[in-house]
């Protein structure tokens, strides 16, 4: 295939369920990028993970689709759908291919001897997930040196992931966060299909995975004295025990949904409830949280840098189920303070948005297209002492609580500086 001179790109998305995005942050990646790049007139190819009864649309949103199937097995189901996309794409060239997730490095060989230009989306650090016996973290800590090793550049989502590839492999990133999406308040009515009133509920969303600490949210919401019941969303394929530990420490104040589809009725949920829980722990830069914040939620997180590095001060942090009966039940005790969290938290969310998100993959696609990358790529060795640590995020502490007219002064860390931001005043937010 002739290279493209136009301008315009033949960009492969590859290695995720595909879209319409239904499952996790990969997936809303690939559609909010995925569109904008067809928007903008590049030839955008999304490979979709799809089951022999499951709908095969054409095209979604402007993006050409391609469907193949996968080994239903959680060791294989991923490896195996991106090697019949390689194969794919073997015989349908394309001028810069993306591939999320750091478990598909075995297939990049191939496409480097087909001199296809790819980036590798790392994700967070998955060897850490405890639903990885010994040999699943052995593989993705290999899969993460031959991430380095055979691609063309390297995408992390969060400060932190892109410090640990530096830190452990020499390895330079391009730091491209997903965005928040802009949920507006005002609309309630789907609450009512679910027996929920707006700001009568706590709100968890999350897949069920020990990481994910579900199983620490609900049992410092059985501890609490809280009086508004706390509604869980989410499930997740091949973790039956941890569910089952989940269900097991609940009482009847708690509320399990299951998975939610109806997009609307989610964002209804966060932007409604009374406090939204996060208990997210290794992933990077979380979309469920991005998303909670863009509908103005007032956030009690895990702490971990991750979450700080979303929240900064419009945050309030947990690590014990304790800590997780303390804010709940705090939050119900001055509703004044969680409107102002909930108004910090849209100022943070400005940080997070699509269009710059996708432009910056189309830079990148760009480059990679016009081979504009290193020749030679770090080796893939862990340095046996890293360099210099990184540097912690900077974040600062819970401010002190205000009267509800005094305007917040939140102050966000970009690089050594900390910059005031100017955040409008909880009356004036619910006007």
């Known amino acids: 295939m002739p290279r493209n001179t136009s301008g315009k790109l033949r960009i492969a998305l590859v290695g995720t369920r595909g879209v319409p995005a239904r499952y996790g942050g990969f997936e809303t990646a690939v559609e909010e990028v995925g569109h904008r790049l067809a928007d903008a007139g590049h030839e955008v190819v999304v490979y979709c993970r799809t089951a022999a009864d499951e709908p095969r649309p054409e095209t979604h949103l402007g993006m050409q689709l391609v469907h193949l199937p996968a080994m239903r097995r959680r060791s294989l189901e991923t490896l195996s759908h991106t090697g019949l996309s390689v194969a794919h794409l073997l015989a349908h060239r394309v001028d810069a291919a993306i591939v999320f997730n750091a478990a598909n490095a075995p297939w990049l060989p191939l496409l480097r001897a087909a001199r296809i230009p790819v980036?590798?989306?790392?994700?967070?650090?998955?060897?850490?997930?405890?639903?990885?016996?010994?040999?699943?973290?052995?593989?993705?800590?290999?899969?993460?040196?031959?991430?380095?090793?055979?691609?063309?550049?390297?995408?992390?989502?969060?400060?932190?992931?892109?410090?640990?590839?530096?830190?452990?492999?020499?390895?330079?990133?391009?730091?491209?966060?997903?965005?928040?999406?802009?949920?507006?308040?005002?609309?309630?009515?789907?609450?009512?299909?679910?027996?929920?009133?707006?700001?009568?509920?706590?709100?968890?969303?999350?897949?069920?995975?020990?990481?994910?600490?579900?199983?620490?949210?609900?049992?410092?919401?059985?501890?609490?004295?809280?009086?508004?019941?706390?509604?869980?969303?989410?499930?997740?394929?091949?973790?039956?025990?941890?569910?089952?530990?989940?269900?097991?420490?609940?009482d009847d104040r708690v509320r399990f949904l299951g998975g939610v589809w109806d997009q609307e009725l989610l964002d209804q949920l966060y932007a409604n409830c009374a406090t939204y829980l996060h208990g997210h722990s290794v992933g990077g830069t979380n979309p469920s949280l991005l998303r909670a914040i863009g509908a103005g939620a007032a956030t009690i997180a895990f702490d971990v840098a991750f979450n700080r590095e979303v929240l900064q001060i419009s945050g309030r942090y947990f690590s014990t189920p304790d800590d997780v009966a303390v804010e709940v039940t705090a939050a119900e005790a001055d509703p004044a303070a969680v409107r102002r969290d909930g108004n910090s938290a849209r100022v943070m969310a400005a940080r997070y948005d699509w269009d710059d998100v996708a432009a910056r993959y189309e830079a990148l696609c760009a480059r990679l297209a016009a081979r504009d990358f290193p020749r030679s790529r770090p080796s893939g060795r862990r340095r046996e002492q890293p360099a210099t640590p990184a540097a912690p995020v900077a974040v600062l502490p819970p401010a002190p609580r205000r009267p509800l007219d005094e305007p917040v002064p939140l102050r966000v860390a970009v690089g050594a500086e900390v910059l005031p931001v100017e955040a409008p005043t909880a009356r004036a937010a619910q006007a």
């Open 119 to 250: 980036a590798t989306h790392v994700d967070g650090l998955e060897w850490k997930r405890a639903k990885w016996g010994g040999t699943g973290k052995r593989y993705y800590r290999v899969v993460e040196a031959l991430s380095v090793r055979w691609s063309d550049a390297l995408i992390a989502d969060a400060q932190g992931i892109a410090d640990y590839y530096r830190d452990e492999f020499a390895a330079s990133t391009e730091q491209i966060a997903y965005g928040a999406p802009k949920i507006a308040g005002g609309r309630s009515e789907k609450l009512a299909d679910v027996g929920l009133t707006p700001r009568g509920f706590h709100l968890v969303v999350a897949r069920f995975e020990p990481e994910n600490h579900v199983h620490v949210i609900v049992d410092g919401y059985r501890r609490s004295g809280a009086t508004l019941p706390l509604v869980v969303v989410g499930s997740a394929p091949y973790a039956d025990e941890y569910t089952r530990q989940v269900h097991e420490l609940s």
